[in-house]
């Protein structure tokens, strides 16, 4: 399907209106999802709306509310989630400690159980405009198995770092697993075999079949050191959020639960006149011989920059499902509404 | 050559003190490399003691400065390192943002110009067994290629990150590097070819010729994630403490230039409890299924940690050239001394 922006922006809005979101809230959520879809990262856009409404409308997550931080310490800014939409939650929390940081250098947000935050890159590339340095770290559900391990026993645990550079910041979004479960599932929907070393099936044996690597676990990328680095990730933010781990985290995928994972984010001040600096720095990378000749060397997010550009005057392609719940759910009121969005989403 | 811990010891503090190195400076330096070697890990351990003694007697390191600090802000603590020794510099500093994050709940060192800090996990171990979490970040000569790219343009720039945990704490240290450079000197060194993908020679072609290879530049880890990570990890050390970037950093490797790379730690309080929580995840981790038999999931330092056991109340083993110059450099004093380490010992 074929979409202009403003079509998909009315729907979407109309859609969390009638589950009770308050306007400025929706807009966040869905400016999130919306950035996202121009980036051309699908599995962290519009695909995600339905569950959103789904977990308002069971009661496992609250539309309303920002969370309630307390500044445990003058640098450290902890919030309990309350159940609100993760970009809500973590939108607020950001403004506050960006503002402390201006004072004090440095500050941080400890987040828990607020719902899921989509994609980091929205946060970090925000931080990094407005002049200042981002590090984010979010957990989620079991997806993933140690290096050396054979069951799912840690979340995607994604890292965002955003650096202000002119003229366009420096923004990485990656997460730890080899891949997202939402390619292993586009592989099945497909009936197409995964490469292997991407997955191992429930009774933890490697696999290539698509369908049973979706009841397993995903790698980590990177062998060894990548492990290393999504449970470094995990225990840092349950350290310092209190969050549940490991095969105790809930509510990033389902629609059931309340969320109990945790988020950090740190606003950090950099030197004056840095961002010129990276900037022509990254400028020589992307000028630094090519392995392969016509294919440049690229700075992470070249391509997301790029797509959007080419994306925010056009048109948006969702999967007609999607768009069909969406304008289900724009089109019934809370109470006749019972969309069910079927299969999980299992995008992260 | 078999040696005990006290005659390493004897020797290398006699090496450091006719260096001019202060003595409590000299224990700091020598207490990390020893660290390093009955961790296991040579690459970083007293196979660099006659490198940072010939840059003090080449004038490029002064071991008797702790850098000097400010306090940019109340919770961002800038250093020139004025060309101290990595761990004297390091120490105080993480001394200082360790007080100040018990009351800020988190802070920050942002150093510059100090010499090679070593084996990070030294520091995130420290910090970590205190009750603190510590992320350590530092960026060396350019080593790596991007991927995609075909030159050196990055450092190897490893992270460390230190969890409190009963009964020991989380200790990551990893580069963002495929292999160490002197991982590829050892293949070299014995004429054994390494495997594709580690490396590209002096033209940017992928080799398996270690010695082609000691002349061009390895990959990330990871593929485009550990490149992106790594040059993340770089661009946040150069925004926060204005180093210097990519080709133009100095001084890592040789014993002819200043240094002039950046190193960046934060120090974070934790929650109360939190390490009775990861400690039992930790343990959950190596208890669950393993992908081969009797070969159970490992938690990162484990394996460190338990070769740490088994060497300390035994014996050190060190290459006979670096023993012989290392009795060298104790032996002579500073004006009779003119040892030369030669080759560059690229173990970064």
Chains 1, 2 share one sequence.
Request: neutral net charge; glycine residues 10%.
């Amino acid at each position: 399907m074929v979409l202009t922006v403003e079509e998909v922006t009315d729907k979407s809005l109309a859609a969390l209106r009638n589950a009770g979101v308050p306007e400025q809230h929706a807009q966040t959520q869905l400016s999130l999802l919306l950035e996202a879809e121009l980036r051309g990262v699908a599995s962290h856009g519009l695909l995600r709306l339905p569950r959103v409404i789904e977990r308002i409308r069971n009661g496992v997550c609250d539309p309303g509310t920002v969370g309630k931080g307390v500044w445990a310490m003058p640098s450290l800014y902890r919030i309990e989630g309350n159940h609100g939409l993760g970009p809500v939650v973590a939108l607020d929390a950001i403004a506050k400690i960006s503002e402390r940081a201006r004072d004090t250098g440095v500050a941080v947000a400890a987040i828990r159980g607020c719902d899921h935050l989509g994609m980091l890159a929205w946060y970090a590339e925000r931080v990094a405009r407005q002049g200042q340095i981002l590090i984010a770290l979010t957990i989620s559900e079991a997806l993933v198995h140690p290096w050396g391990g054979s069951q799912a026993m840690l979340g995607t645990n994604p890292i965002a770092i955003g650096v202000p550079a002119v003229p366009e910041p420096f923004v990485l979004d990656m997460a730890t697993s080899l891949v997202s479960m939402g390619k292993i599932h586009d592989h099945a929907n497909r009936s197409v075999p995964i490469p292997e070393g991407w997955a191992v099936d429930q009774d933890g044996r490697p696999t290539t079949d698509a369908k049973a690597a979706k009841h397993g676990a995903i790698a980590p990328f990177g062998g060894a050191k990548g492990y290393g680095l999504g449970l470094g990730f995990e225990l840092l933010v349950a350290s310092l959020t209190g969050s549940a781990l490991g095969r105790d985290v809930r509510g990033t995928l389902d629609s059931e639960h309340h969320c109990n994972k945790g988020d950090v984010f740190i606003v950090l001040e950099p030197q004056e006149q840095s961002a010129q600096i990276i900037g022509q720095f990254m400028d020589a990378l992307r000028a630094s011989p090519a392995a392969e000749p016509g294919n440049p060397v690229r700075v992470p997010g070249d391509r997301a920059r790029s797509k959007r550009d080419s994306s925010l005057q056009q048109q948006i392609t969702l999967a007609p499902a999607v768009w069909a719940q969406i304008q289900d759910m724009a089109r019934n009121d809370r109470a006749q509404s019972n969309t069910k969005t079927g299969e999980k989403i299992n995008a992260t």
